[in-house]
């Protein structure tokens, strides 16, 4: 994504002087829809969406959770969600009345959240009403594509037939298997995993941690140093081939 980027500078004459900077940037979302620790990182993902909206390119991909990251038992469920309820100061406790013990992974509501941004509804509404439905409501859209059908097109204002057909097309759940594959080469193990990537080759990956502070401070350094490459091409050109 290009993003243009004003500076305001103040000359010792009091004249005011704009640059616009082309740098690129992008951070990238890998979760699961039903995953409690992706839920509590909602507000963070919205805030830096809210804060760097004219400057980065925010986007989502499905990393489906599986057996090593499902809890083995109902009990062992809400204890992670007391865990992570306390962790983020939550009123309200997450509901487990939709845990299913033989189910190897989570498919219907992600396929649901994918199939949406295929009919237009490219931002966070229908996964968040999914998982909502799933850790506040104990919806039982965990294992039901044709339920999860029905609350991601309510949310979305899309036809729930319409919908369900998209989702269970064979062209979502290749992508979502690919995005997962993606998420798995990052060799990294906690979802959400927010990956941020600039034009000059800089990296940076955050894995399980879902607090604002320290990754709105990477993205400003990282905007920073792509500042500083444009600023530098634009006096001296690319670097010499040899």
């Given at each position: ?6 500076h305001t500078?103040v ?8 640059e616009?900077?082309?740098v ?5 979302n890998y979760?699961d829809?039903?995953s409690?620790?992706?839920f509590?990182?909602?507000p963070?993902?919205?805030e830096?969406?809210?804060r ?12 489906l959770?599986?057996?090593?990251g ?8 809400e204890?992670?969600y007391?865990r992570?309820?306390l ?5 309200f ?8 013990p033989?189910l190897?992974e ?11 941004r295929?009919l237009?509804?490219?931002?966070d509404s229908v996964?968040l009403?999914l998982?909502?439905?799933i850790?506040r ?7 039901d ?17 319409k919908?369900l057909e ?7 759940e ?5 995005s ?6 990052l ?12 034009e000059?080759g800089?990296r ?7 607090r ?7 993205l ?6 792509a ?13 010499p081939?040899q």
């Open positions: 994504m290009a993003v243009l980027r004003r500078k000359s010792l004459r009091g004249v005011i002087f704009c616009i900077r082309q690129r940037i992008s951070i990238t979760l829809v039903m409690s620790w992706c509590w990182s909602q963070t993902w919205a830096l969406k809210r760097y909206a004219d400057r980065v390119d925010f986007d989502w991909k499905i990393a959770m599986d057996g090593e499902l809890p083995k038992s109902r009990a062992q469920e204890w992670y007391r992570s309820g962790m983020n100061r939550s009123p406790m997450l509901r487990s009345d939709s845990y299913e033989v190897p989570y498919l219907a509501p992600n396929l649901v959240a994918e199939a949406a295929d237009g509804i490219t931002d996964r009403a998982s909502n439905s850790l409501e104990g919806s039982k859209a965990i294992r594509v044709e339920v999860a059908a029905e609350i991601g097109g309510r949310a979305g204002g899309i036809e729930k037939e919908l998209r989702a269970q097309s064979p062209e979502i290749k992508r979502i298997r690919q997962t594959a993606d998420w798995q080469a060799k990294v193990t906690q979802r959400p995993t927010f990956l941020i990537d600039t000059i800089d940076a990956i955050f894995s399980g941690m879902i604002l502070e320290p990754i709105a401070a990477t400003d350094s990282m905007i920073d140093d500042a500083a490459y444009a600023a530098h091409a634009a006096h001296f050109g690319a670097p081939a």
